[in-house]
């Protein structure tokens, strides 16, 4: 069985009105490769008549961006032509690749009404064979992702990305990465073979959870060594985890705002082709 290597408590990072964790990076770990980036957003409510997510138009490149709805929606738009309206329980992935602007907002409906809204953001990164990929887009609501009933009901895993107990996920990604949310009730196990090699990501969004026999809870990063492939989960109450596993591209890793390459030289270029307009124009 792997052994904990650390628990990382998520960060308060509020932007704007928007009640924000940042769980990746922060000053205990700095990414879990090939995982980059996650900020976890709620839980929170909003009014009637409320401004939604300030997300507006920003450009990417070099990486992927999933996003997980738990509650509430998010309306996506970018320069590739993608638009989108995803609901609770649905997914986005965005692979930008050689770049692309895009605004991930609230929907009108959503403003005016107002109500629950909790989401996640996950950044993934891309390796360097696929950092200039042409972009593309996936939003998917909660029917059309498959959902695994385990222990006999007491988890229930939304297969989002690789293949979980025989089934394949929604996404096909470009590179082996595996993604799924987790849903236990009070009591739930969960235990799954995993290549020692593959770097686990594990994040507890709600509720309390023993991980290879140790207590943790909501708001947790934990950062597993790579002695073992067998990863045992059990809840001690309701809970929710998000839940991947990849291996490491073990490449140079140069971060700079909303970009993500492998030199400093790749970073700068990036810039200029955003500013000569190369990642597309924004109809606003």
């Known amino acids: 069985m792997r052994t904990i290597k650390q628990q990382h408590r998520a960060v308060s990072a509020p932007i704007d009105d928007l009640v924000t964790y940042r769980a990746l990076p922060t000053r205990s770990v700095e990414h879990l490769d090939p995982f980059l980036f996650l900020n976890h957003h709620g839980p929170q409510t909003y009014k009637p008549g409320n401004r939604g997510l300030p997300f507006g138009p920003h450009p990417h490149r ?10 509430g929606d998010i309306m996506h738009e970018d320069t590739g032509g ?115 090699d593959h770097t686990i990501f594990c994040y507890v969004v709600r509720g309390q959870l023993r991980v290879q026999d140790q207590p943790t809870e909501a708001l947790h990063l934990i950062e597993l060594n790579h002695d073992g492939d067998d990863l045992h989960l059990e809840a001690q109450s309701d809970a929710v985890l998000l839940l991947g596993h990849a291996r490491p591209f073990n490449e140079p890793i140069v971060a700079y705002g909303p970009f993500v390459m492998n030199t400093n030289a790749e970073i700068q270029q990036a810039y200029q082709d955003y500013q000569a307009g190369k990642f597309g124009q924004w109809r606003g």
């Not at 070099?62 to 509650?71: D, K, R």
């Not at 990164?125 to 009901?153: C, F, W």
């Not at 096909?172 to 290549?195: E, K, N």
Request: charged letters at 15%; hydrophobic letters at 45%.
């Open 82 to 196: 993608h638009q989108s309206i995803i609901n609770a329980g649905g997914i986005q992935w965005m692979t930008a690749g050689r770049g692309l602007i895009h605004a991930e907002v609230s929907s009108p409906e959503f403003k005016r009404t107002g109500g629950p809204l909790e989401i996640l953001q996950l950044w993934v990164n891309l390796p360097a064979r696929h950092k200039m990929t042409e972009p593309r887009y996936v939003g998917l609501q909660e029917p059309e992702i498959p959902r695994i009933s385990l222990d006999e009901g007491r988890v229930s895993l939304q297969a989002i990305a690789g293949e979980w107990a025989g089934t394949a996920g929604a996404v096909q990604p470009l590179a082996d990465i595996a993604l799924a949310t987790v849903y236990f009730r009070a009591g739930g196990r969960l235990a799954l073979t995993i290549p020692a």
């Open 62 to 71: 070099g990486f992927e961006t999933v996003t997980f709805i738990l509650a």
